[in-house]
Structures are given as C-alpha cells and as structure tokens.
C-alpha cells in the first residue's frame, strides 16, 4: 500500500534495533504514516533500543530531526513509547516548544522583520537542520536534568551551546518582566555575543504562548535583537583599551581590580558613553583614582 511505513520482518528489528528508529526516520523524511500493525510492533521492541550504542541511536536522530516531518514523527514516536528509551524523562509539553521554535525558524521576518536587520542577523541564523540540531535538543530536553541527553552523543561545541542556553533563559526573562535598562541589556547582549540569537529563539519557544504575553515577548525580543545589530555588535567588534593600556599608563597589574576597570570602560563604550580611545583613558583615571 502506498504512503505507509510497513515493517517485513519482526525478526529483522530484533536482530538489529536501530532499525526500529530507522523506521520513524523514513517516516519523517517521506511523510508516509506508519500501518498500525507495523507501529504495535516498533512499541513493543522499543526497549532493545537500549541496546545499540549512543553514537549510532545520536546518527539516527539527527536525521530525524533533519527531516521536514520531524515534530509529527517525535509525536509518533511519544505515543509508541519509542521518544522516552533514547530520551529517559522526556516532558510531553516540550514538543510544543519545538513546534515553536520551527515556526520561529521556518518564518524569521517574526524577529526581524525588516530588511535592514534580517541582513544583518543572516550569518547569525539557526536556519539550517545541522545548525539547529543542539538548539533543538535543548528544546527536548528541557527540565529533565540532562536526563534526556544521556542517550544522545553531542560534540563540544553542541554542549557548550545547550548550557549556555540553560543558563541565558532564565536571564532574559528577567530582564524582560519588569523591562530593564540600557546597561543590563547591553551586559547580556556582551555576554552572548553572536550567539544571541540562539538564545531568543530558545527563550520564544517557551515565552511565547498565544495572546497578548506571547507578541510581548516577541516585540522585547525583537527590539533587543536591533540593539544588538545597531549599537553593540558593531562596538563589540573592537575595543578601545585594552590591559596593555592599563598596564603602560597607570601602572596597573592583573587583579581583580583591574578586571573590574576593563569591564566598566567597555560598558561605558558599548553604551555609546565613551566614544574613542582618549575618552576611555580618562574614563578608566576616574576609575582607578575613585578605587
């Protein structure tokens, strides 16, 4: 029968379980369902997908994920008890979250809907599946403890991202309710760097339920991405002293203290209150000599 997933040979997944996820991904890349016969078999061998080793079930679900069908397909796999043996302690509720982030993801002019900003966060995107793949197994994730990655085999740099997501939600929240100043956004906007927007589009996947509290949440982080793009990411791309300077004029050595001068003339420059070298030199007198 065309435009269904049908399994030949119960004895086949057995022998090799990772068939059983294979399945679900021909599923999601085809949009073929899978015939309910077939499906009562992948939920009663779910559990052999204990079995196969991290790095071949990560491979298959990358390609799950990859595939254009990828949430309708995750349901699937929730309903046959498959989602929860290669993501111990998955919370149903996050599959709402990552149809979010996919609308964020598949429609961009929500966040930057001029054509001024779109150009300058298109080498920030988080468009592409290979580039999307931690951001959305911070989405699944989410609130399980790190439980649901234990199954998953991530490189450096996709954990790094999932942690810094973890420790940015809550961050941008508060900065959102009450709204706060020029000087803690543009703290946070340093601290994430280009990055960013990762993490408003991670923040929007859960803050951004229907209603007058969702479009508020976009609209904030919609104004703290032009921020960004007009005044601190063009800042951020040089400094106007650096600790050579505040060794060679005023003596100083590596302390806390000194990081403490460093940080407070760059936030006096990425707020525009200091304009070039000279204003920062003296910037950074006034500093040192208040102690």
Known sequence: MRGLVRVISEENLVHDPLRILRCYRFSAASGFRIEPGSALVLKKLAPLLRKP??????????????????????ERMLKDGVL???????????LIALKTL?????RPALLSPGKRLARVIKDLHYHAPEARFPLEVAVLAWGTAGRAMERLVLSRREKGLIERLYLFRPRLRRLYKPAAGRAALARLLRDAGDEIYAHILFSCAFYMPPGEEGEGFLEFSRSLLEFYADEIRPR????????EDLKKEFGLRP?????????AVQMKWLLGEVRDRGEALLEAKRIIERG
Do not use: H, Y
């Not at 991290?54 to 994920?65: D, N, Q, S, V, Y």
């Not at 951020?236 to 600790?243: Q, S």
């Open 102 to 106: 996919r609308k964020l993801c598949g």
């Open 53 to 74: 080793a991290a790095e071949r079930i990560t491979e298959e679900f990358r390609k799950i994920l990859a595939a254009q069908g990828a949430v309708r397909t995750l």
């Open 236 to 243: 951020l791309a040089r400094k106007p002293i650096d600790g």
């Open 255 to 263: 302390s806390p203290f000194f990081r403490e001068v460093l940080d």
């Open 84 to 94: 929860r043996v290669i993501m111990p302690g998955f919370k149903s509720e996050n």
